[in-house]
């Protein structure tokens, strides 16, 4: 394994890393922007990751290549990564249900989102948290301050449920939050573990099933904001080994939680989490 000498922005080609971990994700209908990523990804040191974005945005609908630079973080990197290729898209692509229950009448209404990446809300504090418990956070029932259409009462319920069982899950801690006065954005560094794995409740029909993930990757952010900082990568390689990427410095650990203490980062900086659903 090797990694990427330093240049300007060369960090934002280690979102690839996370990429590496889907199965033909680099290498989908596209074969032009399949040959860019793979000699960016496959070499130790890269001309120019300008040149990467500019190849990127050559391909990519007007909508989405006048919105994006390199000023933006790793999620809009990933993203504009997978708007090359609708099959990368469909790897990570989940239903959340979500139902709204009126506890003083009983109607229920539904509705149906697809997503490819959960957004999971932090916020600042001194006690550490648990990636597990933010994620089932996320989806728990809650109350909303919102008139049920038959009875007017005040109070819906709110609960959201997986349907389906996509091969990947990727999860976006969202450490940077918006400041109404400025307009800047400051960086949420609350400690957030995360465990090997865990289990899901997702629907199927009318039936719930329990499917097992575990992490398959993890992308850092060091740094003051999304403007501004340096990306690492941990993810685990075929040998059940994981690795440490810091641009050219790759170091390699026996279990994620070992790569996990190798810098602070690791737990103050967990930003982008790839999920990999278990074969049994």
């Not at 992490?215 to 900082?229: D, E, K």
């Amino acid at each position: 394994h090797k990694g990427f000498e330093r240049q300007h922005s060369t960090c934002y080609v280690g979102v690839l890393h996370l990429l590496r971990c889907i199965p033909d994700a680099l290498f989908g209908t596209n074969s032009a922007l399949s040959t860019k990523l793979t000699q960016v990804s496959g070499t130790p040191t890269i001309p120019n990751v300008h040149q990467l974005i500019t190849s990127l945005h050559a391909q990519l609908p007007t909508r989405v290549s006048k919105n994006f630079s390199l000023h933006q973080d790793a999620k809009d990197f990933l993203e504009v990564l997978f708007v090359t290729n609708a099959a990368n898209q469909a790897k990570l692509q989940f239903n959340l249900i979500r139902k709204r229950k009126c506890p003083a009448c009983s109607d229920v209404s539904l509705s149906d989102e697809v997503m490819d990446c959960l957004p999971v809300s932090l916020v600042q504090q001194s006690d550490p948290l648990d990636l597990k418990s933010l994620f089932e956070q996320t989806i728990q029932p809650d109350a909303m301050s919102l008139k049920c259409s038959k009875c007017d009462a005040n109070a819906l319920i709110e609960s959201t449920s997986f349907c389906g069982t996509s091969e990947f899950l990727l999860l976006h801690i969202k450490r940077f939050a918006f400041c109404k006065g400025d307009g800047c954005t400051t960086k949420i560094t609350t400690r957030v573990s995360i465990p090997d794995g865990w289990n899901v409740n997702t629907e199927i029909g009318d039936d719930i099933y329990v499917v097992g993930y575990e992490i398959a990757a993890v992308i850092i952010h060091a740094g003051p904001s999304h403007a501004s900082g340096h990306y690492k990568a941990i993810r685990k390689i075929s040998g059940g080994n994981w690795w440490h990427y810091n641009d050219a410095t790759i170091t390699k650990f026996v279990s994620l939680q070992e790569a996990m203490n190798y810098d602070d980062d690791s737990y103050t900086g967990s930003y982008l989490i790839l999920l990999e659903r278990c074969s049994e």
